[in-house]
């Protein structure tokens, strides 16, 4: 069994900065890429930013210079930096890990999701 538990949203005005992170924890032989995902209401879940495990990143055009994606493999977590928030930045973020067994199967596991709202 594994579990995603992520921490960090919260209220923020705008050109505020954030920073979630998300702990995986369970029966984990190795973590693969890491990702942010986030959701507004009415829209589809999008990527934010991702990054493998030799430290690869990748962005949204909407975030990127803005966001800071990084991972510590040690303690199996992935953090998000938001800088400069926006109100298009609210919605609710969710964490994605590409998780290894030792049985070399690898599986897709989600985190609980934590409300990010940028408001004055």
């Known amino acids: 069994q594994v579990q995603l538990v992520e921490s960090g949203g919260g209220l923020v005005q705008p050109g505020g900065s954030l920073r979630l992170s998300c702990a995986a924890s369970?029966?984990?032989?190795?973590?693969?890429?890491m990702g942010w995902y986030r959701q507004a209401p009415g829209k589809q879940r999008e990527l934010v930013a991702d990054i493998t495990r030799d430290g690869s990143t990748n962005y949204a055009d909407s975030v990127r210079g803005r966001f800071t994606v990084s991972r510590d493999n040690a303690k199996n977590t992935v953090y998000l930096q938001m800088n400069s928030m926006k109100p298009g930045d609210t919605a609710v973020y969710y964490c994605?890990?590409?998780?290894?067994?030792?049985?070399?199967?690898?599986?897709?596991?989600w985190g609980q999701g934590t409300q990010v709202t940028v408001a004055s």
């Open positions: 369970g029966s984990i032989f190795i973590v693969n890429t």
């Open positions: 994605l890990m590409n998780i290894g067994r030792i049985s070399g199967y690898a599986d897709d596991y």
